[in-house]
């Protein structure tokens, strides 16, 4: 009858649910097996030397492969270690003694290869213990950062220096940033001839210091793509004190971070008008 179907049906189903769970659970372990596995990231797993005192020192227990690939360490090499073999001399073995304690650890730290060479790493370890295996149990994930940094010091070696070429400059400029309409930068050879000071340039918009009468042509010409690098002309600017000087302009245009920006050249001829007009 129906209620004895219900019966059976609920009597399988409770046999069956127990391996049902063991095939849930041994999908998830093969899943994070292959994560580990194939990871770019190194992923090393600490545990107290002896399992029985949580205090003990901690050792390496495992490494995925990626950590061979960055350290240059075999896993043979590094199981059974202390982490302080990954670590550079210096001020980042303090962090062993926030790594000691099973705090959460997250920061940026300097580490050393097998051959000795240094590199720099993100490092997160979380604490993974379990009630399988006594004392406590650290999984640290590393990044290798050392090209990020790399690149990070290029870009500010290249900004100092561009910063250097910019403010030197004996003739004046103003960086100019295409879309909004504003000045990022001006160096001190803009500020000498203008009258405004960096603050006020920078919180002006790019047509505050054309000439009345030139504002519709400056408009026009903003309407239109950027073109290359060149001359745009002579053009009237409007000085701190209100007076007007000539300008002599040429436009650099280039992209930065995605924003288009553009260098402008002002050159006063002002007095070489006069004196031709005298002629």
């Known amino acids: ?6 019966e059976r049906i609920v009597e399988l189903a409770e046999k069956v649910r127990p391996a049902l769970a063991r095939k ?15 990871a770019d990231d190194a992923t090393i797993l600490m545990m107290p030397d002896n399992t029985a005192d949580p205090e003990s020192p901690l050792r390496i227990a495992y490494v995925n492969p990626a950590t061979t690939r960055i350290t240059g ?54 604490s993974a213990a379990t009630n399988s295996v006594g004392g406590r149990q ?6 290798d950062t050392t090209r990020r940094r790399e690149l990070e010091q290029a870009l500010r070696e290249r900004e100092r220096t561009f910063h250097l070429m910019f403010s030197g400059a004996p003739v004046p400029m103003m960086l100019m940033d295409i879309k909004a309409q504003r000045y990022a930068e001006v160096n001190d050879a803009a500020v000498a001839l203008f009258g405004y000071s960096r603050e006020q340039f920078l919180a002006m918009s790019t047509e505050a210091i054309r000439a009345p009468e ?22 009237r600017y409007i000085k701190a004190d209100g007076s007007e000087v000539l300008v002599d302009v040429a436009v650099h245009p280039f992209d930065f971070e995605s924003r288009a920006m553009a260098i402008v050249v002002t050159v006063d001829v002002t007095e070489q008008k006069r004196i031709e007009e005298q002629i």
Do not use: H
């Open 1 to 6: 009858d129906a209620e004895g179907v219900a």
């Open 24 to 38: 849930l659970s041994d999908d998830r372990i093969a899943w994070l097996q292959s994560m580990v596995l194939n």
């Open 73 to 126: 360490y075999e896993a043979e090499e590094l199981t059974g270690q202390p982490p302080a073999i990954l670590y550079a001399d210096g001020a980042e073995l303090a962090a062993l003694q926030e790594l000691a304690t099973g705090v959460t650890l997250r920061r940026e730290l300097r580490m050393r290869r097998s051959d000795g060479s240094l590199f720099w790493a993100d490092i997160n370890t979380v």
């Open 138 to 143: 650290i999984v640290a994930i590393l990044r």
């Open 214 to 235: 030139e504002i519709a042509r400056f408009k026009a010409m903003m309407r239109t793509p950027v073109p290359e690098s060149g001359r745009r002309g002579l053009w």
